[in-house]
Nanobody
Framework: QVQLVESGGGSVQAGGSLRLSCVVS????????MGWLRQAPGKEREGVAA????????FYADSVRGRFTISQDNTKNTVYLQMNSLKPEDTAMYYC??????????????WGQGTEVTVSS
């Protein structure tokens, strides 16, 4: 089993920045992909960013590419999502998730509890 705990959400003005953190624990042997997903009010959950943990390959949704960066710190067993130039449309509940691979957002098997991000104009 894998446990994920997110933190770092909050309320910021448009143009501001936040860094989300996801602490990973448990049996991560089969986890080769870490991702961040979000769900805004009235919308479907969407993938934001993902990383192949071994190769370091990253993937981003078109809506966040150039503004968000996913990274990992193995010394702290933590995955980060650095969010810059935030827009009101980035407002959502953000979830950290783990999967065997990054082929599809449908593959995530382990989820954190979520952390709320609110961007006001």
């Amino acid at each position: 089993q894998v446990q994920l705990v997110e933190s770092g959400g909050g309320s910021v003005q448009a143009g501001g920045s936040l860094r989300l953190s996801c602490v990973v624990s448990g049996n991560t042997h089969s986890v080769n992909c870490m991702g961040w997903l979000r769900q805004a009010p009235g919308k479907e959950r969407e993938g934001v960013a993902a990383m192949q943990t071994g190769a370091g390959t990253t993937f981003y949704a078109d809506s966040v590419r150039g503004r968000f960066t996913i990274s990992q710190d193995n010394t702290k067993n933590t995955v980060y999502l650095q969010m810059n130039s935030l827009k009101p449309e980035d407002t959502a509940m953000y979830y950290c998730a783990a999967a065997f691979d990054c082929q599809t957002n449908l593959n995530y098997k382990y989820w954190g509890q979520g952390t709320e991000v609110t961007v006001s104009s």
